[in-house]
């Protein structure tokens, strides 16, 4: 990677694909969009909305915003909003450094949270939510999101809430259950795909910024082949950028040409937007192997947690642990917890007692198990093996231990989840991550926890020493209960 730098007079890589605020482009309408954004914010009080499509900026514009908010704006960052409608609130109470007992209710939550933010605002301070990926989150955890706008003194809004999704986001607030929510969207913004002008300046600009000095190095051929590939996307920019430098340095060229560019097209396989039937078609074909790769593995999650999978030479796959989910209106409530003088065994030294959240259990019937077990099979065999050993984990830990939520999300998204584990892995070494699978009777749910912890406070020490990778994504303290 040296070599490749100084072949082109670099300082640093110029298309890194994660977020890199000082390669923030202002042209594309960027620019006008952030300055628009922190007016809203500022001045507005009402829930903001920015979409856009995968791959098209907004982690960057919302990363950008973050850094460019005055100081008297209290940022609550939650990049992974895959969240139940309880965890939400747990998180934001987490990043706005509140002491929550451990029996606190989900109404406790909320009114430590309002009685926070009137403290906050009675210091002149002003509260913005930033929902990064808002399109993943669950219906519910969006009815949280409409609530929390109702929090207030009789003169102003305590809390701005700004949404950044896909355009899944737009046809979820289009269902007509979702029209009080949608209702209270004053701003929306759209990040539009970049023209093929907007294209050669944006990579001339990142070239400079990571200190290149030389003329223009891609070609307008190039940079043809690379707008019309990329669909306008930044990310897909930046791919076939990187990847087209490495092929001319490979080759010993300082000049990037349709050459290079093709060679970068090919090895990313992506496709020309004729083809999006034949994907389809693809994808069709693979939803039947799936379906029958989920026959052959449903017994195996059939009917008990019990049931152990027989593992193959080079991997195991454990039953997915059952997660109790927020509680919901619609789903059936738990038996509420022992009472003071029902018997219930005292905690042991050392051991908090267990909140007295009033969960629903999760319940697995045949379709979600069928549904669970595909998506475990679509693990690589180390995280297969690492789901075996946080079962087991589960099975041996007293359930009024603590342990940290990493990341959760459903398991539409594995391979985030299973690149989340191994940078969780490289990060924590010589510990490492669990990894767990939970249906809630709603959906199918991926998660990656970390630590064990006698008491709730012990486990917010650990957070605060997690590397800052790993708290970006709001990480929070949890009971080993909610597993079983």
Same mark, same amino acid.
């Given at each position: 990677?040296?070599? $490749?730098?100084?072949?082109?007079?670099?300082?640093?890589?110029?298309?890194?694909?994660?977020?890199?605020?000082?390669?923030? $482009? $202002?042209?594309?309408? =960027?620019?006008?969009?952030?300055?628009?954004?922190?007016?809203?914010?500022?001045?507005?009080?009402?829930?903001?909305?920015?979409?856009?499509?995968?791959?098209?900026?907004?982690?960057?514009?919302?990363?950008?915003?973050?850094?460019?908010?005055?100081?008297?704006?209290?940022?609550?960052?939650?990049?992974?909003?895959?969240?139940?409608?309880?965890?939400?609130?747990?998180?934001?109470?987490?990043?706005?450094?509140?002491?929550?007992?451990?029996?606190?209710?989900?109404?406790?939550?909320?009114?430590?949270?309002?009685?926070?933010?009137?403290?906050?605002?009675?210091?002149?301070?002003?509260? /913005? /939510?930033?929902?990064?990926?808002?399109?993943?989150?669950?219906?519910?955890?969006?009815?949280?999101?409409?609530?929390?706008?109702?929090?207030?003194? +009789?003169?102003?809004?305590?809390? !701005?809430?700004?949404?950044?999704?896909?355009?899944?986001?737009?046809?979820?607030?289009?269902?007509?259950?979702?029209?009080?929510?949608?209702?209270?969207?004053?701003?929306?913004?759209?990040?539009?795909?970049? #023209?093929?002008?907007?294209?050669?300046?944006?990579?001339?600009? =990142?070239?400079?910024?990571?200190?290149?000095?030389?003329?223009?190095?891609?070609?307008?051929?190039?940079?043809?082949?690379?707008?019309?590939? +990329?669909?306008?996307?930044?990310?897909?920019?930046?791919?076939?950028?990187?990847?087209?430098?490495?092929?001319?340095? *490979?080759?010993? =060229?300082?000049?990037?040409?349709?050459?290079? /560019?093709?060679?970068?097209?090919?090895?990313?396989?992506?496709?020309?937007?004729?083809?999006?039937?034949?994907?389809?078609?693809?994808?069709?074909?693979?939803?039947?192997?799936?379906?029958?790769?989920?026959?052959?593995?449903?017994?195996?999650?059939?009917?008990?947690?019990?049931?152990?999978?027989?593992?193959?030479?080079?991997?195991?796959?454990?039953?997915?642990?059952?997660?109790?989910?927020?509680?919901?209106?619609?789903?059936?409530?738990?038996?509420?917890?022992?009472?003071?003088?029902?018997?219930?065994?005292? *905690?042991?030294?050392?051991? +908090?007692?267990?909140?007295?959240?009033?969960?629903?259990?999760?319940?697995?019937?045949?379709?979600?198990?069928?549904?669970?077990?595909?998506?475990?099979?679509?693990?690589?065999?180390?995280?297969?093996?690492?789901?075996?050993?946080? #079962? !087991?984990?589960?099975?041996?830990?007293? +359930?009024?231990?603590?342990?940290?939520?990493?990341?959760?999300?459903?398991?539409?998204?594995?391979? $985030?989840?299973?690149?989340?584990?191994?940078?969780?892995?490289?990060?924590?070494?010589?510990?490492?991550?669990?990894? @767990?699978?939970?249906?809630?009777?709603?959906? !199918? #749910?991926?998660?990656?926890?970390?630590?064990?912890?006698?008491?709730?406070?012990?486990? @917010?020490?650990?957070?605060?020493?997690?590397?800052?990778?790993?708290?970006?994504?709001?990480?929070?303290? #949890?009971? /080993?209960?909610?597993?079983?």
């Amino acid at each position: 990677m040296t070599m $490749y730098l100084e072949h082109f007079g670099l300082s640093e890589v110029p298309f890194r694909i994660t977020p890199h605020t000082e390669f923030f $482009y $202002y042209g594309a309408n =960027r620019g006008a969009t952030l300055n628009a954004l922190i007016y809203a914010i500022v001045h507005d009080e009402g829930i903001v909305k920015v979409s856009g499509e995968v791959g098209s900026g907004k982690t960057m514009l919302c990363r950008v915003l973050v850094e460019s908010l005055p100081p008297h704006v209290v940022i609550v960052y939650l990049s992974n909003p895959s969240l139940s409608r309880d965890d939400i609130l747990f998180a934001i109470a987490a990043d706005l450094d509140l002491n929550l007992p451990l029996n606190a209710r989900t109404s406790a939550v909320v009114r430590a949270l309002h009685e926070k933010l009137i403290d906050l605002h009675g210091q002149g301070r002003q509260v /913005v /939510v930033l929902i990064d990926e808002a399109h993943a989150m669950p219906m519910e955890t969006l009815e949280e999101i409409r609530l929390l706008s109702n929090l207030e003194t +009789s003169h102003h809004k305590l809390l !701005q809430l700004v949404m950044f999704g896909q355009p899944e986001l737009d046809q979820t607030l289009a269902r007509s259950d979702m029209r009080q929510l949608k209702e209270r969207i004053t701003q929306h913004f759209t990040l539009e795909p970049m #023209r093929q002008d907007d294209i050669a300046e944006y990579i001339e600009f =990142r070239m400079r910024t990571a200190g290149y000095k030389g003329p223009q190095p891609f070609t307008p051929g190039a940079i043809k082949l690379i707008a019309s590939a +990329s669909l306008g996307l930044t990310r897909r920019v930046n791919i076939l950028a990187e990847k087209s430098l490495l092929a001319a340095f *490979a080759d010993g =060229r300082h000049e990037i040409t349709q050459k290079e /560019v093709a060679a970068a097209i090919r090895d990313t396989a992506y496709d020309h937007p004729r083809a999006a039937m034949w994907r389809k078609v693809a994808i069709a074909v693979a939803v039947v192997a799936t379906i029958a790769v989920a026959a052959t593995l449903v017994a195996v999650f059939g009917n008990g947690s019990a049931q152990r999978m027989p593992a193959p030479a080079n991997a195991a796959v454990a039953p997915a642990p059952v997660a109790p989910s927020p509680p919901v209106a619609e789903e059936p409530v738990a038996a509420a917890p022992a009472s003071p003088g029902s018997g219930t065994e005292p *905690a042991p030294d050392g051991v +908090s007692p267990r909140l007295t959240f009033p969960a629903a259990a999760a319940t697995v019937a045949a379709i979600p198990k069928t549904a669970l077990a595909a998506a475990a099979a679509r693990l690589s065999p180390a995280a297969q093996q690492r789901l075996l050993e946080t #079962r !087991q984990w589960i099975d041996a830990t007293d +359930s009024r231990r603590w342990f940290i939520q990493l990341v959760t999300t459903d398991t539409s998204q594995i391979d $985030y989840a299973q690149n989340y584990l191994t940078m969780a892995d490289r990060l924590l070494k010589p510990e490492h991550a669990r990894l @767990y699978m939970a249906d809630t009777g709603r959906e !199918q #749910r991926i998660g990656i926890i970390h630590g064990e912890f006698p008491s709730m406070g012990a486990a @917010y020490a650990a957070i605060e020493k997690l590397p800052p990778e790993l708290r970006t994504n709001s990480p929070f303290p #949890r009971q /080993v209960l909610w597993l079983e």
